[in-house]
């Protein structure tokens, strides 16, 4: 089963539970699963429905030795002092969270 398959998996199991009005502890012991792995797939899907999506805006970069800064929702902070290393920007920003 693949990684994709155990969310989906775990996404209809934990919707099945929500609408069965039953208590967790009730539908896992229906359902013969753990609590434990039940809430960690809650937790697990919960983080990543939560996670801000990344978006990449482009800048013009001027034409005077000014320094560009960017700061990323997630409190970094990039300074970019050459010209030549703002082409580096764009694969920096993917790898940050």
């Not at 990684?3 to 998996?9: G, N, P, V």
């Not at 502890?25 to 983080?47: G, M, P």
């Not at 700061?71 to 050459?82: A, F, K, L, M, Q």
């Amino acid at each position: 089963m693949t990684r994709e398959d155990k969310m989906q998996l775990w996404q209809e199991r934990l919707q099945h539970q929500k609408d069965s009005e039953l208590t967790i502890a009730a539908w896992c012991d229906l359902h013969q699963i753990a609590q434990s792995q039940f809430y960690y797939w809650q937790k697990k899907l919960t983080a990543i429905s939560s996670e801000p999506d990344s978006v990449i805006v482009p800048v013009s970069v001027p034409s005077s030795p000014m320094a560009l800064v960017v700061e990323t929702p997630g409190g970094y902070r990039i300074s970019v002092h050459d010209a030549s290393a703002m082409a580096l920007l764009p694969q920096v920003m993917k790898y940050l969270p």
